[in-house]
């Protein structure tokens, strides 16, 4: 072994020759071989989860324009355009094969996320103008949550 290749090899250590992401990932395996989280426990938290945000506002689905808008003929590709409501907080949803945008009014950041099956898409954050974008498209049903300030609203389930 040459000086570049021991050098190499110790820039994935810290100052004191420590590899924490190794060690980290050794003891995880560790611990699910010799103490693995029973399967009632993992039930019981997953059902704790669904709970977290029991006080979260329905936002109703007041347009879509695949059911409320009037086709143009020879159209295709068009986007799915949705809005939603809850008490004073409406939210503008394009929906394309290309992603997602939108915007939450009155304009206000937000923290959202689109929630489609058992795993969620990473959290996105709406600009002062309660703009969001994303260039993952919801496959399936999806949802989406969103935390304005102390509220949480989520939207219907709709079929992408």
């Known amino acids: 072994m040459n000086d570049d290749d021991m050098n190499d090899e110790l820039e994935e250590f810290d100052e004191d020759g420590f590899d924490g992401a190794l060690l980290e990932e050794e003891l ?6 010799l103490d693995p989280v029973p399967a ?4 019981i938290a997953v059902d704790a989860y669904v709970l977290h945000d029991l006080d979260a506002r329905i936002a109703e689905l007041t347009f879509d324009s695949v059911v409320d808008a009037i086709p143009v003929r020879g159209a295709t590709d068009v986007p799915r355009m949705l809005t939603f409501r809850a008490g004073e907080v409406t939210v503008d949803v394009e929906v394309t094969g290309q992603g997602l945008m939108g915007q939450v009014l009155p304009p206000q950041p ?4 689109v929630l489609s ?3 969620s898409a990473a959290p996105l954050t709406a600009d002062a103008m ?3 974008t994303t260039d993952a498209p919801p496959t399936g049903p ?4 969103l935390r304005t300030g102390g509220e949480v609203v989520v939207t219907e389930w709709l079929r992408a």
């Open 28 to 33: 995880r395996r560790a611990a699910a071989i």
């Open 40 to 43: 009632e426990l993992s039930r």
């Open 110 to 113: 937000a923290r959202i996320e």
């Open 117 to 119: 099956g058992p795993q």
């Open 130 to 132: 309660g703009r969001f």
């Open 142 to 145: 999806f949802a989406l949550r």
